[in-house]
């Protein structure tokens, strides 16, 4: 029991997070998951049901803002890896309340190294701080593809924060010798999401027969990856990848918006036996979102040469598992979106 080796993810209660935690705990049986989440309205324990009870996993409920809960648990428990996902992570918000986002994203990552490296200071030996960024860093692109070496141009009160707390965890590698990895993924879909992204938005108000809400024409472009994809992106960089590094993460898979919707239309009017085109009926083309990013496209060739992990999933088969789950899920929906969430959404609305 004691000499299983401890990594600490945060964030591990989220979207990405519970998949990231879930993989690790039921594939490393050599290792303790220490999953350090505050719990907002986008984590989730029922994200975490089925490891609920693992002997390899401890949730910690708490904020990576609280230095001293980081370093007791760094002294706790020798904390051989982190990896950093606990974030704000919807662009919506962020134009709503950048305050929030610079507060989690930017300290919270700040005391999250600062917490490792005093606990690492003098041992940095088979330690790793591992970031999990976004392409969203490298702003919006016309033509062509981001790579690593793609000048960071953030253009949301989101991506800067994120672009903010990547510029520190390299500072660190470079001014304390902190072991550091980042990793920049493009959008993620599938189970567990937050349904006030995309796709599980679109999903649930097509269940509900409401407004498909669409910002501007619909022709911004996204390049989706299915989540269990990108958690083994990071289980491979976790343990193939080398310090100081970047390495982008895409599922080469881009689709204009109202494209997908209209895709996820057809895929549900089948699912519920409804005439084809009733969902599509419900498409509704509102306000756009303010300095919305037009166009994001990875380049992953990188991690896919140097690393050996590619994308398995197609995009047909991984929307028609998710929207498979989000139709037999539907009391999960029901508990995230009863809370804060709503106040929020209608809030937002509103103001549109
Ligand atoms: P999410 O919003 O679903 O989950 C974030 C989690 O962090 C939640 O469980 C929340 O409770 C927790 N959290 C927030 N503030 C915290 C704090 N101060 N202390 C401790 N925990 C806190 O986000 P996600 O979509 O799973 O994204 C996870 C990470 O991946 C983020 O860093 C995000 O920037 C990055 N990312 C997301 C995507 C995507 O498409 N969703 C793509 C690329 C990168
Ligand atoms: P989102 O899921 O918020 O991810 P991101 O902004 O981080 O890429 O949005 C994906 C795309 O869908 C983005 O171009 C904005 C657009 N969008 C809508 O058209 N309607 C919506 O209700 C939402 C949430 C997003």
């Known amino acids: 029991m004691n000499d299983k080796k401890n990594i600490l993810i945060t964030g591990g209660a989220g979207f990405i997070g519970s998949h990231v935690v879930r993989l690790f705990v039921e594939k490393y049986p050599q290792y303790r998951i220490l999953n350090l989440d505050s719990l907002t309205y986008a984590g989730n324990l029922e994200n975490l049901r089925e490891i609920e009870n693992h002997p390899n996993h401890k949730f910690i409920k708490g904020d990576i803002l609280d230095i001293e809960l980081l370093n007791s648990i760094f002294k706790e428990y020798p904390v051989q890896g ?41 041992q940095m ?10 392409d969203e860093v490298y702003g919006s692109i016309a033509d062509g593809y981001f790579t690593e070496q793609t000048p960071i141009d953030p253009r949301s009160p989101y991506s800067a924060s994120k672009a903010s707390s990547d510029h520190f965890v390299q ?6 010798g902190l072991p550091t990895i980042i990793s920049r993924c493009s959008n993620n879909y599938g189970p567990y999401q937050f349904p006030e992204k995309l796709i599980p938005l679109m ?4 269940v509900n027969s409401k407004p498909l809400p669409v910002y501007g024409k619909g022709e911004n472009i996204r390049d989706w990856l299915y989540v269990e994809d990108h958690a083994k992106a990071i289980d491979a960089i976790f343990h193939k990848g080398k310090s100081g590094e ?26 519920l036996e409804r005439a084809d085109g009733t969902s599509a009926k419900l498409i509704t083309y509102v306000k756009d979102r303010p300095g919305h990013d037009m166009r994001y496209a990875i ?10 992990w590619r994308p398995e999933t197609d995009f047909p088969e991984g929307l028609e598992k998710t929207v498979a789950w989000y139709l037999s899920n539907q009391q999960w929906l029901q508990h995230v979106t009863s809370g804060e969430y709503l106040k929020y959404y209608d809030k937002m609305y509103v103001n549109r």
């Open 125 to 134: 030996n088979g330690k790793m701080f591992y970031h999990i960024s976004t």
């Open 299 to 308: 380049d992953a060739s990188k991690v896919i040469s140097e690393i050996g």
């Open 246 to 271: 970047v390495y982008n993460i895409g599922g080469n898979n881009e689709w204009k918006n109202i494209d997908l919707v209209k895709l996820l239309c057809s895929i549900i009017d089948k699912k």
């Open 82 to 122: 982190v990896i950093h996902l606990a974030a704000e992570s919807h662009v919506d918000r962020s134009i709503h309340n950048p305050d929030e986002f610079a507060m989690t994203n930017i300290i919270g990552t700040i005391r999250l190294l600062k917490a490792a490296h005093s606990a690492w200071h003098g």
């Open 171 to 176: 500072a660190f590698g470079n001014s304390y």
């Open 203 to 206: 999903i649930n108000n097509m």
